[in-house]
C-alpha cells in the first residue's frame, strides 16, 4: 500500500493557487516596471526639481517693499490689487536671470499685464547696474535686501516667477527661467484669460 | 599664414574651455551673504534647535536637512525657525508655518495621510506580499516532503 500524495487529490487546487501566485507576482513585477518607466519619463522635465507651491489657489502673501528706485516708496499687495501682475524674482548674482531676461522683456513689451520685478537678496547698486546693462522690462522693482519677504511667498531659489490675478490668488508659479515656449503656451494663454474672464 | 592662425585657434580652444567651465551654470541660484551665528540662551534651546531643522530638508539643495545646508537660503530659514521658536512656537506649528510657505516637501518625516499613504504603507505592504510568499512556498515544500518521504518511512524502523 502506498500513502496517496494530498495533491493528486485536488488537482485544480495546488494549480489554481500557483497561478494565483504567478499573477500576483508577475502583476507585481509590471506595475514596478511602469512605475519605474513613469518615473524616467518624467525626468527629462527641465523644472523636475521645482517644489509645487503650496500658495497656488491661495491669496498672495501680504507685502510691502521698498521701491529699487527709490526706496522711501513702498509698493506691495495694497497697491498691486486690482489688476492682475506678474511677479519675477530676480537678482544680480543670478546667472539664470540673465538668462530668461531677454524673454521676459519680450513679454513685458506686449504689456499683457504688469511685470514687477523682486529684486532678492541684492546690494541696491549691483541691481541698478544690472538693469542698466542689460535693460529694465518691469513694471516696477521692489527690493527685498534681507529675504524675509521671500520665505513668506516659499521663494527659494532665483528666478522665480508668480502669477498673481486681479483677486490677489496666486494662479501660477516656475522656477528656473522662463522660454519662449512657457511664456507662449502656459502664460499667456492664462493673462488672456484673466482678461477677458475678468 | 600658419603664425597668424595659431593665436586664433588657441583663443578658440580657450572660449570652449571658458564656455564649458561657465555652460553647466544652475539654472537656479542663489545669493552669497554672510549671516552671524545665532546665539543660544542654553544647552536645551539649542539642542532642540538642533533636532528640528535635522527633520528639515533645505529647499535648494534638497538632499540635505536644514541643519547640514550651507545655501543661504538655509541660513535664512534657519534664522526664520529660530526666531519663531523665540516667538513660543511648537514644534508642530514651525512646521506647519514651513510646509504652508514650502510645501509638505520640507518635512523629512512627512505626515501620514493621502498622497503619502503609498509611502508610509508600500514598504510593510511589500513586507507582507513577501511574507506570504515564503509561507505559502514552505508550505507546500513541507506538504510534498511529507508525501514523498512517507512511502519510504514505511516499514523503518525509525
Redesign the interface.
Known sequence: MSAQPPSTGTPAGPDRGRLLLAVLLGGGFLALVLLLAWGVSQSDRPDRESLPSPLIGRPAPEFSLPVLHDASYSVGTAELQGQPYLLNVWGSWCPGCQVEHPVLARYAETKAIRVVGYNWKDEPEDALRWLEQFGNPYWVVVADYEGGTAIEWGIYGAPETFLVDAEGIVRWKHVGPLSDDIIDTVVAPMVEGMRTGG | MNACRIPALLALLLAAVLATALWP?????????NVQPLEFHDRAEEQRFHALTLELRC??C?NQSLADSDA??AH??RR?VFNLMREGRSDAEIKAFL?????E?VLYRPQFGGSTLVLWLGPAFVLL?GAI?VI?VVR?RA??NR??L??VD?GQEW
Open positions: 551654470a544652475p539654472a537656479t541660484a542663489q545669493a552669497v551673504r529647499v535648494m534638497q543661504p537660503i535664512d530659514l526664520e510646509v504652508d510657505r514650502y510645501g516637501f506580499a510568499v505559502v507546500r506538504a510534498g508525501a514523498a512517507d512511502p514505511d
